[in-house]
C-alpha cells in the first residue's frame, strides 16, 4: 500500500533545512528538472535528491508518494510552464497552434524530463486546465462532440509524440547527434540515380529539412485536416429557418 500524501497544510517544514531552505513540492519539482538536466534520469534518487535539497530522503514522502508520484509532478510542471501566460484569442486555429507549440517547446526545453514524462498521464491540475482548454476551444468553435473528441486525441498524441522524439535526439551524445546529422549529406546524398532515384532527387532538401522538427509542420497538416472537416459540416448542416 503507498503512503498517504501528507495534507498541504501540514507539508511545510516548521523549520529550514541546515542550508535554511523551506521545502515546497514546488522548490522539489524544480531540484529534481535541474539533475535531470545535469545527470539524466539514472541521476534522479530520492537519495540524491534529498542531498541536493540539504534534507533527509524520507521527508520527500511528506510531499510526494514516491519517485513515480514526484515524475508525476514533473510532467505537470511542463504542462504549467507551457500555459503560463496563455490565454485563448477566440481563433481556434491560432489557438490550438499556440498551445501545441508552446506544449512541444517546454518539453523539449527540459529533454531528459520529457521522455520520462511525455507517456504519462498525470491527472494533475495543468494537465486538467490543458486538456480543458483544447476541448473548449474545439467545441466552441463548433465542432460536434464526436470530432471534438477526434482532434483532441490526434492533437494532444501528435504534440507529445513529437515532444518525445526530438527530446530523445537532445539527449544524445554531441558526438553521436552530429553523426545522425551528417548522415544526410555524407550517405544520402552521395546515392545514385540508378538505384535510389527519389532519394537521389530529394537529397538536397532531405539535408536542410532533416535536421529539424517536423512537429510545425505535422501540426499545421492537422489544423488543416481540422478545418476541412469543420468546414464540411458546416455545408452539410441544414439552413436556418428565416427569422
Do not use: C
Not at 540524491?48 to 508525476?72: E, V
Not at 490550438?96 to 521522455?115: D, E, K, M, N, T
Request: aromatic share 6%.
Amino acid at each position: 500500500m503507498p503512503k498517504p500524501v501528507v495534507p498541504e497544510e501540514r507539508r511545510r517544514r516548521r523549520r529550514p533545512t541546515r542550508s535554511g531552505t523551506v521545502l515546497s513540492e514546488r522548490l522539489i519539482v524544480e531540484t529534481a528538472l535541474r539533475m535531470l538536466r545535469e545527470h539524466g534520469s539514472a541521476g534522479l534518487t530520492a537519495r540524491r535528491l534529498g542531498l541536493a535539497l540539504d534534507a533527509d530522503p524520507s521527508t520527500l514522502y511528506r510531499y510526494f508518494r514516491g519517485m513515480d508520484d514526484l515524475t508525476l509532478a514533473i510532467g505537470d510542471a511542463l504542462i504549467g510552464q507551457a500555459l503560463d501566460g496563455w490565454r485563448p484569442t477566440g481563433e481556434w486555429r491560432a489557438d490550438l497552434r499556440a498551445v501545441g507549440l508552446r506544449i512541444h517547446a517546454a518539453y523539449v526545453a527540459h529533454p531528459q524530463a520529457a521522455l520520462l514524462t511525455t507517456n504519462r498521464v498525470t491527472g494533475r491540475a495543468n494537465e486538467l486546465a490543458a486538456d480543458e482548454a483544447v476541448l473548449d476551444v474545439l467545441r466552441t468553435a463548433g465542432f460536434p462532440l464526436a470530432d471534438t473528441v477526434r482532434v483532441y486525441h490526434a492533437f494532444i498524441d501528435q504534440t507529445l509524440a513529437f515532444a518525445a522524439l526530438d527530446a530523445a535526439s537532445l539527449t544524445l551524445p554531441s558526438a553521436a547527434l552530429r553523426a545522425d546529422e551528417e548522415m544526410w549529406h555524407s550517405t544520402y546524398a552521395r546515392l545514385p540515380r540508378t538505384t535510389h532515384p527519389r532519394i537521389a532527387e530529394a537529397a538536397p532538401l532531405l539535408a536542410t529539412r532533416m535536421v529539424h522538427s517536423a512537429y510545425p509542420i505535422a501540426l499545421e497538416m492537422l489544423l488543416d485536416s481540422a478545418a476541412a472537416r469543420l468546414a464540411s459540416l458546416s455545408r452539410a448542416a441544414p439552413a436556418e429557418p428565416p427569422a
